[in-house]
């Protein structure tokens, strides 16, 4: 009886074999959001959901194999199905539509040619080790970036800049901000969004010179041109101004040569009592989570293009160079759980600091 009860024990604890079919399933899920996007499906869905409206939008595809793929789409989560009738799933209908200025499809294709260049050559590069990558492959490439910022304009257009902007709100000092500088700021949507709570707040915006352009682009479309200024350069090597009450890095941090020196240089930028806000991956678990962040750079890192962060790094490294205090917190990104170090720098930051 006792032997019983170790070999029921025993079962109750193995391991769900179902994961193994679940990591097959990644490629097929894959192939139907290349197929949606390819045939550009949302926003066929947007305006009719029966079966033959969608085939004449098609050209009239074979009708049982319609069938199949708009079903799997279903259980994917892209489409609804209701007595024989589909429609797009609310994150269809926002990011999947090309007519929508929140669609991401051209920022799931990149992303995806990022990810996925690598994984025919995973035994190769196993064996030789990182081996010399092209220009325009280069994650710090300058067209590369200009051209990834383009696709981050409907991302950050989309749920969020409001999040973002609702998180800089909550900071007790937000009321007191009159000059932000935006590091790495991409289109700059984010900093823009968080300015737009703020009506005496300025915004001063920092990345390469091709990102910049784009990032006076949306400046105007906002107008807030008067209450703006641009810092073209590599942040490792321009002055990009002092003063500051608040200076926020989203997920740009990747290219700092010397952290430590880095967050000196943004200590003294900052105001006394001002706010230097971090947001990146936090790897943990001896770099093997979050899942998504490990999985999605796999391709980059055997390539020797690793450059996430370990969890705690860049706030330890704040509070060594002189930040007085630190605070946790997590948002939710593109690619999970991202942690956010909100760091203060002595002192009291007055409302008409300049």
Known sequence: MHDEKKIASGHSASPDVSILTDWMLGSVRTAL?????????????????????????????????????????????????????????????????????????????????????NLSKMKELLYSGPQPVKEDDRIDGKDLWKKSSRDMIAYQQGEVSRRLADMAVSLPEFRHFRHILDLGCGPGIICLSIM???AALRGAFCDLPPVLELTRKEVEAAGMEERAEFYPGDYNLIDFGCGYDCIWAGQSLYFVKDLP????????????????????????????????????????????QDVSFEEGRIARLALEAGFASLERRTINMLFGENEVAILRKSGILTEGTV
């Not at 595809?61 to 989560?77: E, I, Q, T, W, Y």
């Not at 967050?263 to 930028?269: E, G, H, P, Q, T």
């Open 196 to 198: 737009g709570r703020n």
């Open 261 to 304: 020196a880095f967050m000196k240089k943004l200590l003294d930028a900052l105001n006394p009592g001002g706010v230097f806000v971090s947001l990146h991956e936090g790897l943990n678990r001896e770099r093997t989570a979050p899942e998504k962040v490990v999985i999605s750079r796999l391709s980059l890192a055997l390539e020797g």
């Open 33 to 117: 959001l290349d197929l949606a996007l390819e045939l550009e499906l949302p926003d066929i869905l947007h305006k009719t959901g029966t079966l033959e409206g969608i085939a004449a939008h098609l050209g009239n595809p074979h009708a049982g194999n319609l069938a199949h793929v708009l079903d799997a789409m279903a259980a994917l989560g892209l489409t609804s199905k209701k007595n024989g009738v589909y429609a797009n799933s609310a994150l269809a209908e926002m990011y999947l539509r090309k007519e929508t200025n929140t669609y991401l499809g051209h920022l799931m294709r990149r992303l995806q040619a990022m990810q996925h260049r």
